[in-house]
């Protein structure tokens, strides 16, 4: 972080967002890794399907 600090102090034109320096700097806006995607996505399917247990849950609840 320093380094990047540093870095942005001697940039002779200064950028409009120095926290999109900072994130260009440190990889933060690098093209995401086909596995986060992949990822992301499972995660977003794994809420769906827990949404649906819980309200089967609550179902099932009234039932009972």
């Known amino acids: 972080l320093f380094a990047v600090l540093v870095a942005l102090y001697e940039e002779p034109e200064k950028p409009d ?3 999109d320096f900072l994130k260009h700097h ?4 690098a093209p995401e890794n086909p ?6 996505l499972e995660v977003a399917e794994m809420k769906e399907k827990y949404e649906a247990v819980l309200e089967e849950n609550k179902k ?3 039932k009972v």
Request: overall charge positive; charged content about 20%; proline content about 0%.
């Open 26 to 29: 440190l990889g933060a806006s």
């Open 60 to 62: 099932l609840k009234t």
């Open 17 to 19: 967002s120095a926290l």
């Open 35 to 40: 596995e986060i995607a992949a990822l992301r």
